[in-house]
């Protein structure tokens, strides 16, 4: 299998809707663009938000196990997508790419 790297390339903040409908919270996310993870073998990187895993999970195990141009040229890189979590309040978008 291939290793694959995670890189948080945005994070936006919906404040008007977590205002409308969030319950208050303290602390939701400790990710910050820049951020790196390595996937080893398809598994979830140490201290990897479990909800944005789920959501990327497969597109991970897909490109390490050779699976790539998702959508049909989706990406200029065959070997990468671009996948955001399914937080509604303040999604993350994470650059996935194969490390050769």
Request: hydrophobic residues 40%; aromatic residues 12%; negative net charge.
């Amino acid at each position: 299998m291939k290793n694959i790297k995670i890189t948080v390339k945005a994070i936006t903040t919906y404040k008007e809707l977590m205002k409308e409908f969030e319950n208050p919270i303290s602390h939701a996310c400790a990710l910050k663009i820049g951020d790196t993870f390595l996937s080893i073998n398809g598994k979830k990187p140490e201290n990897f938000c479990d909800s944005a895993w789920s959501i990327i999970e497969p597109f991970v195990k897909d490109l390490a196990n050779g699976i790539n141009n998702f959508y049909d040229g989706w990406m200029k890189n065959p070997n990468s997508a671009m996948i955001s979590c399914n937080d509604g309040f303040r999604p993350v978008s994470f650059y996935l790419e194969v490390i050769e």
